[in-house]
């Protein structure tokens, strides 16, 4: 079986035969019932792994879970009311980061996510959508999305805020080039829209993009604070694994190989005016338009391609029908060759990328100075 293909392929192009029987969750009428529907669709996905490409896999697995936070989003509305606090008083949009708002989620991928809301006044907005944002993350724990360690979720104030806040907020951040406000730019340039008012999502995505178009500064801090990455090939050329403690003799995907390619296209994408959230839809932009003269795209693409089905195999185990993983490709994995090589090619890709972002940066550095 090929789970790789040889040219670029838009990822809006394929047909989703999996969505058709899996569309329809208006019976489902509780967070425990939701959970076993998601245990049902993780099977059946589950069984389709092996007949599937990994860009059929990644849409497939990805539409699973927005409809499920979909439902999450209908039964917390539901919830709301029978609380006794009524319909929500004014509009929202209910949006994710990181590998959701990239579409990019594996079976076990946790929470990330926020909330815009509507300018318009009303005198319970802010009662109601604090204990709607707590509710919603309940929920969504409760079908089995861990909540963000790092609490980038709707319960929390800096993630729900009303257009005209959420404006502000983002004026604050790119006006601080230190590395905290800089990240929390770098998380939301990966917003996607789930639920909600879509015209309040497609206007903070405006806002967002018309801020950062154009600025060289926050460009080169967006550079800095992405640059770094974990080590993973020697001076041999050699692929680096873990040295000690549970996992030694694996390899980190996740932070040695998916993430650095995830920064990487995001950046480009950044210095190219590309608005796309998805890294695959923002590689593709960039080859399609031919935004940048950097020869590696293409070959990125397919690297991020192995990324994608490489995370997939790391190690996992079953809590109560869900899946948890480590991150990290078993020392079995990398004996199979073809594999191994596989992973030594896209890691050389990965380390010419950082260099060309790393002279980037050393070249914003000497104009700064």
Same mark, same amino acid.
């Given at each position: 079986m *090929?789970k790789?293909g040889?040219?670029?392929?838009p990822?809006?192009?394929?047909?989703?035969?999996?969505i058709?029987?899996n569309e329809d969750?208006?019976?489902i009428?509780? $967070?425990e019932?939701?959970r076993?529907k998601?245990?049902e669709?993780?099977?059946q996905?589950?069984?389709q792994?092996?007949?599937?490409?990994?860009?059929d896999?990644?849409?497939?697995?990805?539409?699973? #879970?927005?409809?499920l936070m979909k439902?999450?989003?209908?039964?917390c509305?539901?919830?709301?009311?029978e609380?006794?606090y009524? $319909?929500?008083?004014v509009?929202?949009?209910?949006?994710?980061?990181?590998?959701?708002g990239?579409q990019e *989620?594996?079976?076990?991928?946790?929470q990330?996510?926020?909330l &815009?809301l509507?300018?318009?006044?009303?005198q319970?907005k802010?009662?109601?959508?604090?204990?709607?944002?707590?509710?919603?993350t309940?929920i969504?724990e409760?079908?089995?999305?861990?909540k963000?360690?790092?609490k980038?979720?709707?319960?929390?104030?800096r993630?729900?805020?009303?257009?005209s806040?959420w404006?502000t907020?983002l004026?604050?951040?790119?006006?601080?080039?230190?590395w905290? $406000?800089v990240?929390?730019?770098i998380?939301?340039s990966?917003?996607?829209?789930?639920?909600?008012n879509?015209? %309040?999502s497609?206007q903070?995505?405006?806002?967002? #993009?018309?801020? &950062?178009?154009?600025?060289?500064?926050l460009h080169a801090? &967006?550079l800095?604070n992405?640059?770094r990455h974990?080590?993973t090939?020697?001076?041999l050329g050699?692929?680096?694994?873990?040295?000690?403690?549970? #996992?030694a003799g694996?390899?980190d995907?996740?932070?040695?190989?998916? &993430?650095?390619?995830v920064?990487?296209?995001?950046c480009?994408a /950044?210095? #190219?005016?590309?608005?796309?959230s998805s890294?695959?839809?923002r590689l593709?932009?960039? /080859?399609?338009?031919?935004?940048?003269?950097?020869?590696?795209? =293409?070959?990125t693409?397919?690297?991020?391609?192995?990324?994608?089905?490489l995370?997939?195999?790391?190690?996992?185990?079953?809590?109560?029908?869900?899946?948890?993983?480590?991150?990290y490709l078993?020392? =079995?994995? %990398?004996?199979?060759?073809? *594999?191994?090589?596989?992973?030594?090619?896209?890691?050389?890709?990965?380390?010419?990328?950082h260099?060309?972002?790393?002279?980037?940066l050393r070249?914003?550095e000497?104009?700064r100075?």
């Amino acid at each position: 079986m *090929q789970k790789r293909g040889n040219s670029v392929k838009p990822t809006d192009s394929y047909p989703n035969p999996f969505i058709a029987s899996n569309e329809d969750l208006s019976k489902i009428d509780s $967070p425990e019932a939701l959970r076993a529907k998601r245990v049902e669709m993780q099977k059946q996905l589950r069984s389709q792994y092996s007949e599937l490409q990994v860009l059929d896999w990644n849409r497939d697995v990805n539409v699973m #879970h927005d409809v499920l936070m979909k439902r999450a989003v209908e039964l917390c509305e539901r919830e709301m009311e029978e609380a006794g606090y009524g $319909p929500p008083p004014v509009s929202y949009a209910f949006v994710v980061f990181g590998s959701a708002g990239r579409q990019e *989620q594996t079976l076990w991928s946790d929470q990330d996510n926020g909330l &815009i809301l509507s300018d318009e006044e009303h005198q319970n907005k802010d009662l109601y959508f604090a204990e709607f944002g707590r509710r919603l993350t309940d929920i969504l724990e409760q079908t089995g999305y861990e909540k963000c360690e790092g609490k980038v979720m709707c319960s929390e104030s800096r993630w729900r805020q009303t257009s005209s806040e959420w404006r502000t907020q983002l004026e604050e951040w790119r006006s601080d080039l230190s590395w905290e $406000p800089v990240r929390y730019l770098i998380i939301a340039s990966d917003l996607r829209h789930i639920a909600g008012n879509v015209k %309040l999502s497609e206007q903070w995505r405006k806002d967002f #993009h018309d801020g &950062i178009r154009g600025n060289v500064s926050l460009h080169a801090a &967006i550079l800095r604070n992405t640059v770094r990455h974990k080590k993973t090939l020697n001076v041999l050329g050699q692929v680096v694994t873990e040295r000690f403690g549970d #996992h030694a003799g694996d390899f980190d995907v996740k932070y040695g190989m998916y &993430i650095p390619l995830v920064n990487a296209a995001r950046c480009f994408a /950044i210095q #190219h005016n590309i608005e796309e959230s998805s890294t695959l839809k923002r590689l593709e932009r960039l /080859i399609q338009f031919e935004a940048t003269s950097l020869p590696l795209l =293409e070959p990125t693409y397919e690297a991020f391609l192995t990324a994608l089905r490489l995370r997939d195999m790391t190690y996992s185990t079953e809590q109560n029908g869900l899946l948890e993983s480590t991150g990290y490709l078993l020392s =079995e994995e %990398l004996k199979k060759k073809e *594999q191994f090589y596989e992973l030594r090619d896209a890691l050389v890709l990965v380390r010419k990328l950082h260099r060309v972002l790393a002279r980037q940066l050393r070249f914003a550095e000497r104009r700064r100075a």
